[in-house]
Structures are given as C-alpha cells and as structure tokens.
C-alpha cells in the first residue's frame, strides 16, 4: 500500500490547500487574527481562578467576611499561593522573614543563639524554619500536620519568651510580615492585585495562626474589644507593624551579618561571578528603610531600571499572553504523606538540600547536574548531614533541640486541636 505525498494531502485538505496558496499579505492577516483569538482566549482565562473563588464561597460583602473560618481562608490562601501568583507568593514569605532582621533585638538573639554566626547552622535554620512555616500553611488549620508544625513553634519559642529574650511586640511584628508581605509584594510585581476576598483570607488565616501561637494583640487598636474581620486585622496590624518599624528598624552590625549569611543561603544557586548581580537583585526588592537597617547599599540606577523592566514585561506577559496555570503545574513544596518511618521529604529547595530525598532523578536529573556543575552537595551526599532520610516535624529546630519537648509538644497540641476547629477567628 502506497502512502499519500505531503502534496496530495495538502491538496485534498481545504484548509491547508488555501493557505498553501495565501500571499505573504493574507500570511500576515491570518498571524493577526490567531493572535486575536488567543489573546482573547487567554484574557477570559486568566481571571477564571478569581472568579471561580468568588462564586464558591459565600464572602461577599464585609459582614459576611467577617464569618470566614479560618478553613475556607486557608484554601484560599493556598490557591493564591499554588496556582495564582506561586513564585512571587514564595519569594514574598522569603523577605518577610528577612525583613524581620532589621530588627536589632532579632537579630542579636539569632547570633547569641549561633543560628546565624556560622553558614552550617545558618541554611540548616532557614531549612527548618522553611519547613515548620510551610507545614502550618500547606495542610488545613485542623490537620495534624499543621497543629504539629504549630505546637513545635510555639515549644521552641517559649523558653525564650518567658525569659524576655523574645519581645512579644517581635512576635506580632513577625507575625504581620507573613500577612502583609504578600500583599504588598502581589500588588508590586503580579499581573492583578488580590481581592477584597481574598486579602480578607490572608488576614483571617494568620489572625488564626497568631491566636494559635498566643500572640498578643493588645498593641493594636482593637486588640481588646476585638476585629470585624480580616480586613479591619490587617489594616490595623500594617498600621501598628509600621510605626514599629520607624521606632525600631535602626542600622546595626549585627543586622548586617545575619542579612549577609541569609543573602548566601538566597543567592546560593548563581554561579560566583553572578553573586553581586543576585545580591543587588536582593537589595533592589527592600525599601529604603531596609536597605539602611541591613547596611547594604542600592543598586546602581541603571541595574534598578533593569529589575524593574523585567517585573514589567513579567506582568504584561502573565496578564494578556499567559493562560491559568494547571492543577498539575501547582507548587508542592513538601511530600503530601510520611513516609513509614513518620517522615517528610522538601520537593524543592534553594539552599543546602536539606530534607531531599536522594531519589534518582534529585540525583542525576537537569537540576542536579547544574548544582554538580557549581560544585554545591547533592541530596544524599556527606552521609546523613543533610537528612536525607526526611524530616520529623516534632524535631525540627536547632540541632540542640533535636529529640527534645516531644512531650510537650503534644501537650501544645491537644490545646491547638480545641482552637482550631474549622472555626471563625472573629467573635
């Protein structure tokens, strides 16, 4: 049996027959209106997500708001950070927690502390805070995975707490970051800002958190008669995070080192020659205010044109030209299940390969070549220093603390599970 030319097909194929035969000008017609189509398929796609959350939950106006349980703010949160706007989300978490070293007391208490005076301890403490922050935000506020990440955070804080070591205004400071950052950094570099919804979910969730954790918000406006809900939290929490951080965020030295050992740990995967370019992208994302506090100087103008260009075309790029990312594209950071030993495993990293897996393909995959190709330790390497058997979120912590406070911990965690019920953190 013979098979059809290329030329036979084309022939007996409408379509590809006239376009065989379009001029260069009917090429270009043709170009236009695919381009139209798509990008007005892409356009209606884009905000499918946004409206496929406001049309499953019923929070509409700000009285209905303020009955959101701290479950439906957690999977809206979530969605916001897997689907919607992933890396920026990441990033957001990462300088919220970095922003918090311009705080002189912090910082002084992270060197005193050795978390920070030595790079072994320093990416093993981002890996562990890393993880008990994304236990407590991947998995639902009454799981218990996301009680356990919590009662080993409040364990490991409560020593340093009762002994004034640990400022309860540092706590409320840190705990708005995580709830402003993101904010802040969507409306900044994203395609779209958050909606009212969806800030409210932010706010609700880690109002929640916050009581979970027993920090006190006494300091804010209506910390003793109460919030009308996320909303009304967050703005009064920007306002008291904001008159801290002009009290407070002063220039130090040791702000300084612990902004230099946490730059490594996030300039860590560029190769040598480009480390000044990734420390100057680091310095381009704070503000002034930051910048003064770590003692790191702005980049160049022309670099800072450059940076901001790039979020431009980004966002231009993700608004008009790109579709809704896939159920299957979404950002898992972390193993969905234990394994038989009671230990989870880090999907993705950017410092050490802490609690990696040494599976084939984090060995001998694209991204491990390019780390052996830098020259950095692979999952797996230098026998168990990087835990390659998984974490057990009721050790995580300073290497000190490891195998310590189990007890307790479940102790805290019983008194969790009463908390946080799938209940509305608002009165």
Same mark, same amino acid.
């Given at each position: ?77 979530? $969605? ?10 990441? /990033? +957001? !978490?990462?300088? =919220? #927690?970095?922003?918090? @070293? ?92 958050? $909606? ?10 880690? /109002? +929640? !958190?916050?009581? =979970? #954790?027993?920090?006190? @918000? ?210």
């Amino acid at each position: 049996m013979a098979w059809p030319s290329l030329t036979s097909i084309v022939k007996d194929t409408p379509i590809l027959n006239s376009l065989s035969q379009a001029s260069p000008q009917q090429y270009i017609i043709y170009a236009l209106v695919g381009l139209a189509v798509y990008l007005a398929m892409a356009s209606s796609l884009r905000f499918q997500r946004r409206r496929s959350l406001h049309q499953k939950y019923p929070y509409k106006t700000r009285e209905s708001m303020g009955k959101m349980s701290d479950h439906d703010a957690f999977t809206i949160q979530k $969605t916001i950070l897997q689907m919607e706007f992933p890396f920026i989300v990441l /990033k +957001s !978490l990462q300088f =919220a #927690l970095f922003r918090t @070293y311009g705080i002189p007391s912090i910082s002084t208490l992270l060197l005193k502390t050795s978390q920070f005076s030595d790079p072994a301890t320093s990416f093993k403490r981002y890996a562990d805070t890393g993880a008990l922050i994304g236990e407590f935000m991947a998995f639902d506020p009454s799981s218990d995975r996301a009680q356990t990440a919590i009662a080993r955070t409040k364990f490991l804080h409560k020593s340093y707490r009762a002994r004034g070591k640990i400022l309860e205004d540092d706590m409320l400071y840190t705990l708005s970051l995580f709830a402003l950052e993101p904010i802040r950094f969507v409306k900044m570099y994203e395609w779209r800002e958050m $909606t009212e919804m969806e800030r409210c979910a932010v706010g609700t969730y880690w /109002k +929640s !958190l916050g009581d =979970a #954790l027993a920090i006190s @918000y006494e300091a804010l406006r209506s910390g003793k008669t109460g919030f009308r809900d996320g909303i009304h939290w967050l703005e009064e929490v920007r306002e008291w995070s904001l008159q801290y951080e002009a009290q407070h965020m002063k220039p130090h030295p040791r702000n300084k080192e612990v902004a230099d050992r946490t730059i490594d740990v996030l300039v860590y995967n560029l190769p040598n020659f480009m480390k000044p370019l990734g420390l100057y992208f680091v310095s381009f994302l704070m503000d002034e205010r930051l910048q003064s506090a770590m003692m790191i100087r702005a980049p160049p103008a022309f670099l800072s044109a450059i940076f901001s260009s790039v979020f431009r075309l980004r966002r231009l790029y993700l608004r008009y030209f790109a579709l809704p990312r896939p159920a299957f594209m979404r950002l898992d950071v972390f193993t969905e299940k234990p394994n038989e030993y009671g230990r989870n495993f880090v999907l993705m990293y950017e410092g050490a390969p802490f609690y990696v897996q040494p599976t084939i393909w984090n060995r001998w995959g694209p991204v491990a070549w390019f780390k052996w190709a830098l020259g950095q330790p692979l999952p797996g390497d230098d026998g168990d220093k990087y835990y390659p058997q998984g974490y057990y979120t009721p050790d995580l912590g300073p290497k000190y603390f490891e195998g310590k406070g189990r007890k307790e911990v479940e102790s805290i965690k019983e008194s969790i599970q009463q908390q946080r019920m799938r209940q509305c953190p608002f009165p």
